[in-house]
């Protein structure tokens, strides 16, 4: 069993930048890999970023590539979603997610536990 709790979010500005943290409970934490999502107002929840158990493998979806990374220190027990150059369009509650697997994967089916969210609001 695997809890996870979110911080971070908040109110910036277009351009700016947010950390995202995601602290789990539990012992096998190394053993999952991880994700965050995000679902804004009306639309369904998405994809964001992924990270295998040993942090050697990363995937984004494309509307944030370049902008956002993923990263993860299992010593800690903790992902993170450092996002960048923020646009209005990332406005949303973020997810972080946690897959009782190694690798990576995109679809919120993939994932067992889920985190309560967290609000991240970009203004233009």
């Known amino acids: 069993q695997v809890e996870l709790v979110e911080s971070g979010g908040g109110l910036v500005q277009a351009g700016g930048s947010l950390r995202l943290s995601c602290a789990a409970s539990g012992r096998t934490f190394s053993s999952y890999a991880m994700g965050w999502f995000r679902q804004a107002p009306g639309k369904e929840r998405e994809f964001v970023a992924t990270i295998s158990w040993r942090g050697g493998t990363t995937a984004y979806a494309d509307s944030v590539k370049g902008r956002f990374t993923i990263s993860r220190d299992n010593a800690k027990n903790t992902v993170y979603l450092q996002m960048n150059s923020l646009k209005p369009e990332d406005t949303a509650v973020y997810y972080c997610?946690?897959?009782?697997?190694?690798?990576?994967?995109?679809?919120?089916?993939?994932?067992?536990?889920w985190g309560q969210g967290t609000q991240v609001t970009v203004s233009s």
């Open positions: 997610a946690a897959r009782d697997g190694r690798f990576v994967a995109i679809a919120t089916s993939d994932y067992d536990y």
